[in-house]
Structure formats: structure tokens, C-alpha cells
């Protein structure tokens, strides 16, 4: 059995909604950090998350019979046709709420890619090799900032703890297994994200444990829809901003 | 008296030289004075200059574009670090210049107090304000203080890469559908006046200048780089079919210069005073950034500290199950 050029494309755009949807929310970050290096540090992730995001794009585009590219896909998709999981998509809130939806998906990341590193599929390993290397800083970056906002003021912890507890819920859906997700682990293409929950758990655990924040209980009630497309309010906002000038000129080459 | 007459003499048979002058050296009060002002000034425009592209990166219309500006915006974050660290070599720390940037106290060039308003600017700016920052920064690469001119050396790199990026967005947005050339006419018309007042008042206008040239801390007039930019840069306009909005616009074949149209100085001044299109906002943006990175600085200070306490203490009394 061979998995289907379409499985594929609806796979790679999958990947790429989280990227994407991520980088545009850490590119508005850029010139107002709480300090210049981290800015300029912030800026970079949002570059390398959005260089991913072409990557996967550009794979999903490869051999479509309907004329999609990387910027149709980003740009000409409506809110329900992105499959992002929630957490990327919620607003930037402060340093500290940024951070740490950073870490949470970052460590996530980290451990999906290490899996698609071993994809039956070389388009996937081969991408998933180049980013690995950059997501591995980027977990690394943002949990040396929890750790150190967690254990620096109580100001700065309470923060920290707060922000946890409300990025918490829609963190179980990281390892939701959809039907393609099933599909795609059938041919060794990538992994069961329920596969990654405990190395995620446990990396997550251990650095919340650094930072002295308290880890919230995994049986409340989890938010869930990103991956059918059932989003929430704001990623129609952001889509909006983010898609205007295309939706505006249509017939426009940029 | 006759000492310092005679280390004037020195520093200034020294520059002449051109010899480099360099932290730990002796200089003039007013020399020590002039570059910090310089230095920090321009660490303030690379970093609030961050504010006006940035407005445009959540709404790149491809993902390429939305990576070169944010690439291109993130560089200029880096130029103002750079600067920053220079000027610092001075003694002037830079938590001092950031609070007189925050207070209104120190400038910054005007040309950051116009908004971007379609996604032309992105390409006018990259053509006209790093093309007119270019002229000024070559001058600068040869200044008589060391620091700054290597700073200036690493910066004039990626300051022509964009400009020849901006340019690149004008070409493409004016060989564009009918409405992607209006914006860019349009973005030339907006910034093209603001872009001269770059150089600075007219030379008669400017008492400093004599002062700056003999110090070899400026090496061309501000009327002199004024008008190299002219001339370099009308006929990349007239190249993608765009029109430069003066119309005393004219080549001279006597002077082998392009005559343009009189500056509107009080415009220029008004936008020094405070009083352009976005002065309040950019320096309320910078303000809100420091005051909402407050708690973070804090606590990485804080965080910093406990960890030098740990390192600092013995092993048992920190993790007594390492033992
Ligand atoms: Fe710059
Ligand atoms: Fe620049």
C-alpha cells in the first residue's frame, strides 16, 4: 500500500497550518520585545517557524493537480480549512504567556519531528532532518525562559503559573490521532501523535519542575477542534490581517 | 592651559593623519560629546526604525516577502546593538541613552515619524531610507572614531542588501496591476521629500558641520550627500517608470548634477519638534515595549542572581541528594 499524493498534501499542510500560524503570531513580536537581543532572538524562531511552513507548504503544492503553491495555500484557505491545533493559534498575551506556549509547543515539536526524521516518506524526513536542528534551539530557548521567569520574582512566577494554567487545556489535543494521522502511521510516513505524549510529558514536566511552577491536573476538561477545523474566534482575526492584501488584489502578484 | 592647547594640537595632527581615535585615547570634551550624541542617536533611529516596517509584517502578501522583511527588520534591531555597544566604549551605558530615547530627550531620525500606509512603503523605504542611510554610513565607515567606523563597516553590508531589496519590491510593484503601480507612485510621493531631509539642514544651515569635517567625523557635507543621492537615485526611478514628485526636477549638463525643488524646512522642523505624523505613537510604542518588558527584566536579573548564589554555594546545602 502506498499512501496517497493527497494523504501526503493533506498531511505536510497540516504541519505546516502549526508553523505558520505560530510564526505570524511571533512575528508581531518583532521591534517591541522586552529587550533587543530577545527580540532579535524571538524574531529568529518566527523565521525559522515560517521557513518550515514554506517547506511543508511547497511539499503539500508538489504535484497538486489544482495549481495550489505555498501562498495559495497560506493565503487563499479559509479559517475552517486549517488544520492547526488550537494552542498555536491563541493570542501572543505577554512575554511570559508567549514563552510559554512556546515551550509547550516547542517540546511538541521537538519530539514529532524527531519522529518524522524516520519517515518512510524522504520528503518528510529529509525536512524534518533540516528542522530538527532548529526546533531543538527553539525548545531549548523557550524553556530556559520558563525555567527562569518560574524562578525569578514572585511577580514573574505568578505569571508564569497563570499562563500555564490557561495554555494547559489545549495542550491534549498535541496528541490527538485523527483518521489521517492513523493513515499516515500505517505506512511509517510519520508517527501516532499519541505515541509523543509521554517523552513530551515527562521533558515538560521536569522543566516546569525547574521552574517551580505547580503541574496542572491532566484530567480537566481539554479543548479540542484545530484539527477539523473548528477553531477559535481568533484565528479568524488573524487570518483576516494576514491574508488581506492577496484577498484585496486577486489578480495581484506580490 | 598651554597643555591643553597642545593635546588639541596632538588629537588634531593625529586625525589628520588619519589615524583612528580609540576609546582609551585622549580627546576633546566636545569630540567625546559629538560622537556619543551621533552614536546614540543613530542606535535610537536603527531600533525605532524597527516600528515602521514591522507594521507591515503580520500582513505580508507571501511568505517569502513576510521572511525578508522580518529578516530585514530583525537586522536593524542588530544595527542598534551594535551602535549601542559602540557608543558604550564612551561610558555611556546604554539603560542612560534607551531612558533619554523613553523621556523624549534624545533624537532619532525624522524619517521614522512618517506611517506606512500600503505595502509599497515596504519597498520605499528599503530603496529610499536605507538608499539615503547608505550615502551617510559609507561617509561613516571612514569616520575618525574607531568603534564607530567598524561598527559602520558590518552595518554598510546589510544596508545595501536592503536597499537592493526595497528596490527589488518597487520594480516588481511597479511593473504590478494598475493598482499595485499607484501604490508604489504613491509610497514615492510620500517619502521621496522626507528622504532629502534625511541629509540633514542645508550646509549654510548647519554650523556643526565645520567642526565634524575637521574632526574627520564627517568627511561630506550634509548638501554634498544630498545630492549624490539625487543623482543616483532619479534615474533608478525613471528605470521602473516611476515619477520623482518635483517638478523643478532637471538635469544640469553644467554642473552635471540633477536641480531639484526647494526642501519645505518647516516641515522638517516641525517633525524634529515632535510635531510629525507619528511622533507620539513611536515613541509610545518604544515606551510600551520597556514598561511591559519590566516584570521580565526583573526577574531575569533575579533568576541570574539565585543562580550565582547556587553556583556560589556549597553543593550539599543546595541539593542535599546529590551527595
Ligand atoms: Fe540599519
Ligand atoms: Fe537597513
Known sequence: MKLDTCDLAAYATMRADDVLILGQRLSAWCGHGPVLEQDIAL?????????????????????????????????????HEFKNHLLVELPNGHWGDTLMRQFLFDTYNFYLLEALTKSSAPELSGLAAKAIK????????????????????????????????????????????????????ALQVGPLPSALRADWLAKVS?????????????????????????????????????????????TAQW | MGEEFSLEHRFQAYIDAENKIEPKDWMPENYRKTIVRQMSQHAHSEVVGMLPEA???????????????????????????????????????????????????????????????????????????????????????????????RAMVRICKEESFHQRQGYEIMMHMAAGTPEQKAMAQDALNRWWWPALMMFGPADAASPNTAQSMAWKIKRKTNDELRQEFVDKTVPQATFIGLTVPDSHLKWNEVTGHYDFGPIDWEEFTQVVKGNGPCNKERLAARNKAHQEGQWVRDAATAFAKKQQARAAAPVSATNPSAA
Open chain 1, 43 to 79: 524574531t529568529n524562531i518566527a523565521l525559522d517557524l515560517i521557513g518550515q511552513a514554506r517547506a511543508y507548504y511547497q511539499l503539500a503544492a508538489h504535484g497538486s493537480s489544482d495549481g495550489q503553491t505555498e501562498d495559495t495555500l497560506a493565503y487563499l484557505r479559509d479559517a
Open chain 2, 55 to 149: 507594521n507591515w509584517i503580520t500582513r505580508a502578501p507571501s511568505l517569502r516577502s513576510k521572511l525578508i522583511l522580518l529578516a530585514k527588520v530583525q537586522d536593524e534591531g542588530g544595527h542598534g546593538l551594535y551602535l549601542y555597544s559602540a557608543a558604550e566604549t564612551l561610558g555611556v551605558s546604554r539603560e542612560q541613552m534607551i531612558d533619554d530615547l523613553l523621556q523624549g530627550k534624545a533624537k532619532y531620525s525624522s524619517i521614522f515619524n512618517y506611517p506606512t500606509l500600503n505595502w509599497a512603503d515596504m519597498g520605499a523605504i528599503g530603496w529610499l531610507v536605507d538608499g539615503a542611510a547608505i550615502a551617510n554610513q559609507v561617509m561613516l565607515c571612514r569616520t575618525s572614531y574607531g568603534p564607530y567606523a
Open chain 1, 134 to 185: 532548529e526546533v531543538s534551539y527553539h525548545a531549548q530557548y523557550s524553556a530556559e525562559w520558563v525555567i527562569r521567569l518560574g524562578d525569578g520574582t514572585e511577580e514573574s512566577h505568578s505569571r508564569m503559573q497563570s499562563a500555564l494554567d490557561i495554555l494547559w487545556p489545549y495542550t491534549d489535543e498535541l496528541f490527538e490521532d485523527t483518521s489521517l494521522d492513523v493513515a499516515v502511521h
Open chain 1, 206 to 250: 521536569e522543566v516546569l519542575q525547574m521552574a517551580t511552577l505547580t503541574v496542572p491536573s491532566l484530567d480537566g476538561y481539554h479543548q479540542r477542534g484545530g484539527l477539523h477545523g473548528k477553531h477559535t474566534e481568533h484565528l479568524g482575526i488573524l487570518l483576516a490581517e494576514m491574508q488581506f492584501l492577496p484577498r484585496a488584489y486577486p
